[in-house]
């Protein structure tokens, strides 16, 4: 991989270099994703932009629920992990039933959900979804992450747990402040 050059940021702006998305992306590369399913929103746009320019194909559908059903599909024809990812608050609560038929069906899938801001917890802001206790009887586990610096450790983790037997969904929340700090 080439390394990218440091584009010079004007004076008072912020700047996160590497950007965040691109740890994503990379570790989604190694463990050799190709195609990922789901609905996209704003929430996710760091991660989303990053996988894309990685040169991952993003399927998008109209409803989350068939983006996690595709991934499904996806995994059982080619024996991988089905990668679908979800915007937060009602994207989250829409891959509900797909999730639980690739639970019960054993279907080894990572789940790249988004999720508000942290510092907004408990506030009633706009689409705040709490991922891990919404999924946690149909997941493995589902982890919402705190901090840039896990991200390579929980998915590559992802992968290995959503494997192993019995296989099944594993799911990463990634609010969006993790996309905006340094």
Not at 80 to 93: M, N
Not at 122 to 133: D, I, R
Request: include cysteine; glycine fraction near 10%.
């Amino acid at each position: 991989m080439v390394a990218e050059e440091k584009k010079e940021v004007p004076l008072g702006m912020r700047e996160i270099y590497p950007p965040p998305g691109n740890i994503g992306a990379e570790c989604l590369k190694e463990q050799g994703v190709e195609i990922a399913f789901g609905v996209h929103g704003g929430h996710f746009w760091g991660l989303l932009d990053a996988i894309s320019n990685a040169g991952i194909k993003l399927v998008t559908f109209h409803h989350e629920q068939s983006g996690v059903y595709a991934a499904e599909a996806y995994s059982r024809a080619t024996r991988k992990v089905g990668v679908a990812y979800a915007t937060t608050g009602p994207g989250t609560g829409n891959i509900v039933s797909a999730v639980q038929q690739a639970y019960l069906n054993c279907s080894p899938l990572v789940l790249l959900l988004s999720g508000h801001n942290t510092w907004d917890d408990q506030t009633y802001t706009l689409q705040e979804c709490y991922a891990e206790e919404l999924l946690k009887s149909i997941t493995k586990w589902t982890k919402h992450m705190r901090f840039n610096y896990e991200w390579k450790t929980f998915l590559t983790k992802a992968f290995k747990d959503a494997q192993s037997w019995p296989k099944g969904p594993v799911g990463l929340e990634f609010p969006i402040d993790l996309f905006l700090d340094a």
